[in-house]
């Protein structure tokens, strides 16, 4: 049965691999992006969420069978938290109700292996505690010190832990609103290309997330994982984080954290 799903950063790299992969599975997909997507709104912003969450709720007629949050910045940009969180978080909380009309709805956020490395604590409980004006001043402090390379880690980190305690919170759970998140390791895109042609930084990055099974992914093969997730025969698996990193968790973390 064809479901209805949205999938913020649809226009390229995974989110776009998602896009394609769910149409041939039959399932019409709501794509939001900057451009060249069904709905083009602009994430970093609070005017931009409300935007595509009101277009959303529109063109679904209020009832939404999945998310697919896939939409992120990489690089030390002031802009970072507020698309990789808040874009995530305030889309997911403002599509509630209409997640809840569905028989079998479904969160999945795409985090990162690099949610487990070293981040700002005091970043993470900032977006955490959703005060915009600290992360602002925060964020613009990392960068003036340096520290700019921490925003993504931090970003991520808070998007695990707001998926993990949302997942049991009332209103989710016991409306059948399964959240999940899908943490990939390197994967072979717009937001790596750069990285991975640079031999200094592959080499770097190679230490940094050691992939022994198969080596760097494909979007599509992201893609693949998010079609499990987004199943109606999915049904008791919620607040978890699967790594799809071809075991660069495994090897980098003790065997007993699990």
Request: aromatic content about 4%.
């Amino acid at each position: 049965m064809s479901r209805l799903i949205v999938v913020t950063g649809s226009a390229s790299g995974i989110g776009a691999a998602v896009v394609s992969h769910l149409e041939a599975l039959g399932d019409r997909v709501i794509g939001v992006d900057l451009a060249n997507a069904t709905i083009c709104a602009d994430l970093s912003s609070a005017e931009g969420r409300a935007a595509a969450v009101s277009e959303v709720l529109s063109q679904s007629g209020g009832v939404v069978d999945a998310v697919v949050t896939c939409a992120g910045l990489s690089g030390p940009s002031p802009l970072l938290p507020f698309v990789n969180y808040f874009g995530t978080t305030e889309l997911i909380e403002g599509l509630r109700s209409a997640l809840a009309a569905s028989a079998a709805p479904r969160v999945v956020l795409i985090g990162s292996i690099s949610g487990t490395q070293p981040s700002d604590p005091a970043l993470v409980a900032a977006l955490l505690g959703e005060d915009e004006a600290s992360v602002a001043s925060l964020t613009e402090a990392a960068i003036a010190d340096g520290r700019g390379t921490q925003l993504y880690p931090s970003s991520k980190s808070a998007v695990t832990q707001w998926a993990r305690r949302t997942a049991v919170s009332p209103g989710w759970a016991d409306a059948g609103i399964a959240i999940n998140v899908i943490a990939p390791g390197v994967v072979l895109s717009p937001m790596t290309a750069g990285l991975v042609k640079d031999p200094a930084m592959k080499k770097i990055m190679d230490a940094a997330v050691p992939m022994p099974l198969h080596g760097y992914a494909e979007p599509e093969d992201l893609a693949r994982v998010v079609g499990c997730f987004v199943s109606p025969e999915l049904t008791h698996v919620t607040g978890q984080v699967l790594y799809v990193d071809g075991g660069a968790e495994a090897t980098l973390r003790p065997a007993d954290r699990f």
